[in-house]
Protein backbone atom coordinates (compact mmCIF):
# COMPACT_ATOMS: atom_id res chain seq x y z
CA UNK A 1 0.00 0.00 0.00
CA UNK A 2 1.20 3.29 -0.63
CA UNK A 3 2.19 5.50 2.06
CA UNK A 4 -0.81 8.04 3.45
CA UNK A 5 -0.23 11.28 3.85
CA UNK A 6 -1.91 13.91 6.17
CA UNK A 7 -1.88 17.59 6.71
CA UNK A 8 -1.81 19.52 9.75
CA UNK A 9 -1.68 22.65 10.06
CA UNK A 10 -0.62 24.69 13.26
CA UNK A 11 2.66 22.48 14.14
CA UNK A 12 4.80 25.30 15.53
CA UNK A 13 4.19 23.48 19.20
CA UNK A 14 1.82 21.65 21.29
CA UNK A 15 -1.39 19.81 20.01
CA UNK A 16 -0.27 20.42 16.22
CA UNK A 17 3.56 19.18 16.72
CA UNK A 18 2.40 16.46 19.27
CA UNK A 19 -0.01 14.99 16.40
CA UNK A 20 2.55 15.54 13.49
CA UNK A 21 5.01 13.52 15.38
CA UNK A 22 2.79 10.39 16.41
CA UNK A 23 1.44 10.18 12.57
CA UNK A 24 5.15 10.42 11.28
CA UNK A 25 5.61 7.60 13.55
CA UNK A 26 2.81 5.56 12.56
CA UNK A 27 3.97 5.86 8.89
CA UNK A 28 2.36 8.27 7.67
CA UNK A 29 3.95 11.22 5.59
CA UNK A 30 3.16 14.24 7.30
CA UNK A 31 3.15 17.76 5.66
CA UNK A 32 3.55 20.14 8.88
CA UNK A 33 2.38 23.84 8.70
CA UNK A 34 3.39 26.93 10.79
CA UNK A 35 3.39 30.90 10.22
CA UNK A 36 7.35 31.64 11.59
CA UNK A 37 10.09 30.63 9.37
CA UNK A 38 11.89 29.69 12.39
CA UNK A 39 9.56 26.90 13.30
CA UNK A 40 8.90 25.52 9.72
CA UNK A 41 13.30 25.36 9.90
CA UNK A 42 12.65 23.71 13.49
CA UNK A 43 9.44 21.48 11.01
CA UNK A 44 11.97 20.71 8.48
CA UNK A 45 14.51 18.97 10.44
CA UNK A 46 12.53 17.15 12.25
CA UNK A 47 11.67 15.15 8.94
CA UNK A 48 8.02 16.67 8.02
CA UNK A 49 7.41 18.08 4.87
CA UNK A 50 7.51 21.60 6.63
CA UNK A 51 5.24 24.67 4.96
CA UNK A 52 4.72 28.02 5.79
CA UNK A 53 1.82 28.98 5.77
CA UNK A 54 -0.84 31.38 6.83
CA UNK A 55 -4.24 29.88 7.55
CA UNK A 56 -5.80 33.00 6.47
CA UNK A 57 -3.86 33.71 2.90
CA UNK A 58 -6.43 32.02 0.18
CA UNK A 59 -3.35 32.47 -2.14
CA UNK A 60 -1.15 30.18 -0.48
CA UNK A 61 -3.73 28.02 0.73
CA UNK A 62 -4.13 27.00 -3.31
CA UNK A 63 -0.48 26.67 -3.79
CA UNK A 64 -0.04 24.26 -1.13
CA UNK A 65 -2.65 22.11 -2.59
CA UNK A 66 -0.96 22.32 -5.93
CA UNK A 67 2.12 21.25 -4.29
CA UNK A 68 0.30 18.70 -2.61
CA UNK A 69 -0.74 17.10 -5.67
CA UNK A 70 2.60 17.32 -7.62
CA UNK A 71 4.55 16.07 -4.92
CA UNK A 72 2.23 13.79 -2.68
CA UNK A 73 -0.20 12.63 -5.19
CA UNK A 74 -3.05 12.72 -2.56
CA UNK A 75 -4.25 13.81 0.56
CA UNK A 76 -5.65 11.43 2.72
CA UNK A 77 -6.21 13.20 6.40
CA UNK A 78 -6.34 17.07 7.02
CA UNK A 79 -6.76 18.61 10.32
CA UNK A 80 -7.46 21.47 11.31
CA UNK A 81 -5.85 22.13 14.05
CA UNK A 82 -4.57 26.14 14.00
CA UNK A 83 -6.48 28.55 15.97
CA UNK A 84 -5.76 30.80 19.69
CA UNK A 85 -7.70 31.29 22.30
CA UNK A 86 -8.23 35.44 22.65
CA UNK A 87 -9.12 36.44 26.41
CA UNK A 88 -10.56 39.03 27.86
CA UNK A 89 -13.52 40.54 27.89
CA UNK A 90 -15.95 40.94 25.10
CA UNK A 91 -16.14 44.58 25.54
CA UNK A 92 -12.50 45.21 25.70
CA UNK A 93 -11.39 43.61 23.05
CA UNK A 94 -14.05 44.76 20.72
CA UNK A 95 -15.62 43.37 17.22
CA UNK A 96 -11.64 44.07 16.11
CA UNK A 97 -10.60 40.85 18.24
CA UNK A 98 -13.65 38.95 17.73
CA UNK A 99 -13.33 38.89 13.71
CA UNK A 100 -9.53 38.29 14.85
CA UNK A 101 -10.36 35.26 16.33
CA UNK A 102 -12.85 34.32 13.71
CA UNK A 103 -10.86 34.89 10.98
CA UNK A 104 -8.04 32.21 12.60
CA UNK A 105 -10.37 29.61 14.14
CA UNK A 106 -13.10 29.37 12.32
CA UNK A 107 -12.85 30.88 8.76
CA UNK A 108 -9.68 29.30 7.89
CA UNK A 109 -10.82 26.06 8.97
CA UNK A 110 -13.02 25.97 6.08
CA UNK A 111 -10.43 27.90 3.61
CA UNK A 112 -8.13 25.33 4.03
CA UNK A 113 -11.18 22.49 3.38
CA UNK A 114 -12.19 24.23 0.49
CA UNK A 115 -8.76 24.07 -1.08
CA UNK A 116 -8.09 20.46 0.13
CA UNK A 117 -11.37 19.08 -1.27
CA UNK A 118 -10.42 18.11 -4.58
CA UNK A 119 -7.53 15.35 -2.89
CA UNK A 120 -9.74 14.59 -0.34
CA UNK A 121 -12.34 13.58 -2.74
CA UNK A 122 -9.75 11.94 -4.95
CA UNK A 123 -8.46 9.66 -2.29
CA UNK A 124 -12.01 9.19 -0.01
CA UNK A 125 -10.18 11.06 3.21
CA UNK A 126 -10.53 12.35 6.31
CA UNK A 127 -11.10 16.03 7.93
CA UNK A 128 -10.41 15.64 11.14
CA UNK A 129 -11.36 19.71 13.27
CA UNK A 130 -10.06 19.97 16.36
CA UNK A 131 -12.94 21.98 18.45
CA UNK A 132 -13.09 22.82 22.14
CA UNK A 133 -14.94 21.92 24.77
CA UNK A 134 -15.25 25.93 25.51
CA UNK A 135 -17.84 25.92 22.70
CA UNK A 136 -19.76 23.24 24.93
CA UNK A 137 -19.62 25.39 28.07
CA UNK A 138 -18.86 29.22 27.75
CA UNK A 139 -16.64 30.64 30.51
CA UNK A 140 -16.30 34.33 31.41
CA UNK A 141 -13.66 36.43 29.28
CA UNK A 142 -13.24 33.65 27.13
CA UNK A 143 -16.51 34.71 24.94
CA UNK A 144 -15.09 35.21 21.49
CA UNK A 145 -12.53 32.13 21.89
CA UNK A 146 -15.70 30.50 22.82
CA UNK A 147 -18.01 31.19 20.17
CA UNK A 148 -15.51 30.23 17.51
CA UNK A 149 -14.95 27.05 18.89
CA UNK A 150 -19.02 26.66 19.36
CA UNK A 151 -19.00 28.06 15.09
CA UNK A 152 -16.71 25.33 14.83
CA UNK A 153 -18.65 22.48 16.07
CA UNK A 154 -21.86 23.51 14.16
CA UNK A 155 -19.86 23.69 10.80
CA UNK A 156 -17.82 20.44 11.13
CA UNK A 157 -21.88 18.70 11.70
CA UNK A 158 -22.87 20.88 8.50
CA UNK A 159 -19.46 19.52 6.32
CA UNK A 160 -20.19 15.67 8.04
CA UNK A 161 -23.53 16.13 5.68
CA UNK A 162 -22.53 18.25 2.99
CA UNK A 163 -19.35 16.00 2.13
CA UNK A 164 -20.79 12.64 2.60
CA UNK A 165 -21.83 12.25 -0.81
CA UNK A 166 -18.34 11.99 -1.60
CA UNK A 167 -17.50 9.62 1.05
CA UNK A 168 -15.45 11.98 2.94
CA UNK A 169 -15.53 11.42 6.61
CA UNK A 170 -15.72 14.32 9.17
CA UNK A 171 -14.54 13.53 12.63
CA UNK A 172 -14.86 16.99 15.64
CA UNK A 173 -12.57 16.16 18.26
CA UNK A 174 -13.43 18.38 21.54
CA UNK A 175 -10.33 19.07 23.76
CA UNK A 176 -10.21 19.50 27.59
CA UNK A 177 -7.44 20.58 29.24
CA UNK A 178 -3.98 19.11 27.34
CA UNK A 179 -0.95 20.48 28.51
CA UNK A 180 0.63 22.52 25.66
CA UNK A 181 1.18 26.10 24.64
CA UNK A 182 -1.86 27.03 25.06
CA UNK A 183 -2.31 28.17 28.37
CA UNK A 184 0.44 30.24 28.04
CA UNK A 185 -0.45 32.14 24.27
CA UNK A 186 -3.79 32.70 26.15
CA UNK A 187 -2.17 34.31 28.85
CA UNK A 188 0.12 36.35 27.00
CA UNK A 189 -2.72 37.49 24.65
CA UNK A 190 -4.75 38.67 27.77
CA UNK A 191 -1.53 40.53 29.29
CA UNK A 192 -2.08 42.62 26.00
CA UNK A 193 -5.58 43.54 26.61
CA UNK A 194 -5.40 44.01 30.70
CA UNK A 195 -5.06 47.96 31.04
CA UNK A 196 -6.32 50.19 33.86
CA UNK A 197 -8.89 51.79 31.42
CA UNK A 198 -11.27 48.86 31.40
CA UNK A 199 -14.20 48.77 33.73
CA UNK A 200 -12.74 45.41 34.83
CA UNK A 201 -9.86 46.18 35.87
CA UNK A 202 -10.50 45.72 39.86
CA UNK A 203 -11.10 41.87 39.00
CA UNK A 204 -7.97 41.63 36.30
CA UNK A 205 -7.23 38.61 38.69
CA UNK A 206 -10.22 36.55 37.15
CA UNK A 207 -9.53 37.13 33.66
CA UNK A 208 -5.89 35.75 34.46
CA UNK A 209 -7.37 32.70 36.33
CA UNK A 210 -9.78 32.46 32.83
CA UNK A 211 -6.49 32.41 30.70
CA UNK A 212 -4.64 29.64 32.41
CA UNK A 213 -8.06 27.68 33.51
CA UNK A 214 -6.49 24.93 30.02
CA UNK A 215 -3.56 24.01 32.00
CA UNK A 216 -5.82 23.03 35.25
CA UNK A 217 -4.32 19.07 35.57
CA UNK A 218 -3.75 18.86 31.87
CA UNK A 219 -3.50 15.57 30.10
CA UNK A 220 0.05 15.18 28.55
CA UNK A 221 -0.33 16.56 24.87
CA UNK A 222 1.31 12.91 23.97
CA UNK A 223 -1.13 10.51 25.02
CA UNK A 224 -3.98 13.47 23.47
CA UNK A 225 -2.20 12.83 20.42
CA UNK A 226 -1.28 8.63 20.21
CA UNK A 227 -5.64 8.94 21.24
CA UNK A 228 -6.34 10.84 18.42
CA UNK A 229 -4.35 8.37 15.98
CA UNK A 230 -6.16 5.78 17.41
CA UNK A 231 -9.18 7.36 16.53
CA UNK A 232 -8.23 8.16 13.13
CA UNK A 233 -7.32 4.06 12.05
CA UNK A 234 -10.03 2.68 13.31
CA UNK A 235 -12.39 1.14 10.78
CA UNK A 236 -15.23 2.84 12.17
CA UNK A 237 -14.26 6.45 13.60
CA UNK A 238 -16.59 8.50 15.38
CA UNK A 239 -17.91 11.66 14.69
CA UNK A 240 -17.19 13.54 17.82
CA UNK A 241 -14.09 12.49 20.07
CA UNK A 242 -13.83 14.04 23.30
CA UNK A 243 -10.34 13.76 24.97
CA UNK A 244 -8.27 15.01 27.81
CA UNK A 245 -8.95 15.91 31.60
CA UNK A 246 -12.47 17.69 32.14
CA UNK A 247 -13.77 16.85 28.38
CA UNK A 248 -16.17 14.81 29.15
CA UNK A 249 -17.56 16.46 32.84
CA UNK A 250 -18.00 19.81 31.19
CA UNK A 251 -20.01 19.68 28.72
CA UNK A 252 -22.05 17.17 31.32
CA UNK A 253 -22.00 19.83 33.44
CA UNK A 254 -23.54 22.06 30.58
CA UNK A 255 -26.27 19.66 30.35
CA UNK A 256 -27.43 18.99 33.53
CA UNK A 257 -26.74 21.68 35.55
CA UNK A 258 -29.32 24.54 35.91
CA UNK A 259 -28.02 27.69 33.99
CA UNK A 260 -28.79 29.94 36.98
CA UNK A 261 -26.45 27.66 38.89
CA UNK A 262 -23.62 27.59 36.63
CA UNK A 263 -23.45 31.00 36.16
CA UNK A 264 -23.14 31.44 39.93
CA UNK A 265 -20.69 29.29 40.21
CA UNK A 266 -18.72 30.80 37.46
CA UNK A 267 -19.20 33.95 38.49
CA UNK A 268 -17.74 33.01 41.50
CA UNK A 269 -14.75 31.43 40.10
CA UNK A 270 -13.38 34.46 37.97
CA UNK A 271 -14.76 36.87 40.56
CA UNK A 272 -18.25 37.88 38.60
CA UNK A 273 -19.70 37.95 41.98
CA UNK A 274 -19.34 41.43 43.11
CA UNK A 275 -20.26 44.89 41.94
CA UNK A 276 -18.08 47.15 40.23
Known amino acids: MSQPTVLITGCSSGIGRALAEVFQQAGYSVWASARKPADVAELSAA ?11 GLALGQLAERLKAEAG ?6 NNAGYGAMGPLLDGGVEAMRKQFETNVFALIGVTRACFPLLRQSRGLVVNIGSVSGVLVTPFAGAYCASKAAVHALTDALRLELAPFA ?7 PGAIASSFGANASQQAEQLIDQASPWWP ?4 IRARANASQDNPTPVSQFARQLLTAVQRRKRPNLLRLGHGSRSMPLLAALVPKRLLEAVLKNRFGLNRSL
Open 203 to 206: IREG
Open 47 to 57: GFHAVELDVND
Open 168 to 174: IEVMEVQ
Open 74 to 79: GLDVLI
